[in-house]
């Protein structure tokens, strides 16, 4: 299926534009794996960032945690975006060609992410 | 403003339901050292924190006890889906049954309904943050006695013990925002103004 094929909505053409891409079913279970693998490497990513956020809070002079904090920053927005783009929206701030918010499963819902 | 994100803090693949122990680990969904009492408690007290390490601190804990709270809902979902009326009366769920079925509803474990009596803002940042620290060990305690009650369904204990960790890290954080608030307290003298009377007409 193209991607561009419902597009007559009168937005202008974008094809740089960072989209999700629609996935054919045998495609989902295939990907399975490699799914978990990225939203664990995404979740690790941003347990670390979180704590390190805490830890400036109250120690903002330390170079070393603000160093780490920029690198896992960088590897965090890399990675989600490519997650984004493979497996569907994790924000509702990233544009999609359909809405896939609605197609993904949620996260409290068993054996999801 | 916060934006959400469509994944837990931590996972949670719970395979079997067992309504017994949702009933008790309800109590850290909506019971007095839940984590919606931790979240509203530290998002509503950093208003009036005065320096900025401890609004800081205030707002992002706060942050992550929303998700936190969603990790705790999640636990009790998986617990209670699905399960045949016949095992939620055994596990003594059957009055919760009869209010909420088997949605998530903020309550203690002994059935109280969630109370902002808890959230304990006093207009005073010290005994703010001496709540907050004492607030952080209760949740450690909580989660240790729910660790005691789920010690033979690892799908549980997992991010049971995870949550208690990140009690213990909090702890630690407000400890370093409190003494931070007190130097910046004995700079210099203080005026408190109880009126309020900030010179509007």
Known sequence: ?113 | MWTYNKMLQYPINIKCTDPRLAKVIISQYGGPDGELAASLRYLSQRFGMPDQNAKAILNDIGTEELAHLEMVGTIVHQLTKGASIKEIEKAGLSAYYTDHGVDVYPQAAAGFPFNAGVLACKGDPIANLQEDLGAEQKARATYEKLIDLCRDNPDVLDPLRYLREREIVHFQRFGEALRGVQDKLAEKKYYMNHNNNCGCN
């Open chain 1, 1 to 113: 299926m193209s991607i561009n094929q419902n597009r007559n909505c009168g937005c202008e053409e974008d094809n740089e534009m960072m989209c999700c891409n629609q996935m054919q079913d045998n495609e989902r279970t295939v990907d399975c794996d490699e799914r978990m693998e990225m939203a664990q490497q995404i979740r690790c990513l941003e347990f670390a960032i979180t704590e390190l956020a805490l830890y400036l809070d109250t120690h903002p002079d330390d170079q070393k945690a603000l160093c780490l904090h920029r690198k896992y920053c960088k590897e965090v927005k890399e990675l989600k975006d490519k997650y984004q783009k493979v497996f569907g929206p994790l924000t509702i701030n990233f544009p999609c060609n359909k809405w896939r918010w609605l197609e993904e499963p949620w996260p409290w819902e068993r054996g999801n992410f």
